[in-house]
């Protein structure tokens, strides 16, 4: 098992940045993907940001990448993303996710990861 733990949220007003952090523990070794999601009420879980544990690789949503980035501590298993320009509309729970299998037709995939953390909420106002 892997454990996931958010941190980093609030509440922000437009235009603000935000760091999330997402630190993983157990059984890490097993971890190839980590990911963030963000829910918001009313509408689908959405993907955000992955990174290719082994690998390195980031991918981001595209409608996300000129205001998101994702980094990664490999000695620390901790995931974090940077959001700037926020806008009332990324209002939302970010999740934070994992799962043993990378691939490049999943890594967006919600439904595709085992491991979750609980969330963190981030509430931006206008």
């Known amino acids: 098992q892997v454990q996931l733990l958010e941190s980093g949220g609030g509440l922000v007003q437009a235009g603000d940045s935000l760091r999330l952090s997402c630190a993983a523990s157990g059984r890490t070794f097993s971890m190839n993907v980590m990911a963030w999601f963000r829910q918001a009420p009313g509408k689908e879980r959405e993907f955000v940001a992955a990174?290719?544990?082994?690998?390195?690789?980031?991918y981001l949503a595209d409608s996300m990448k000129r205001r998101f980035s994702a980094s990664r501590d490999v000695a620390k298993k901790t995931m974090a993303l940077e959001m700037n320009s926020l806008k009332p509309e990324d209002t939302a729970v970010y999740y934070c996710a994992a799962d043993p299998r990378f691939t490049l037709t999943n890594y967006a995939n919600y439904l595709k990861y085992n491991y979750w953390g609980q969330g963190t909420q981030v509430t931006v106002s206008s």
């Open positions: 990174i290719n544990w082994s690998g390195g690789e980031i």
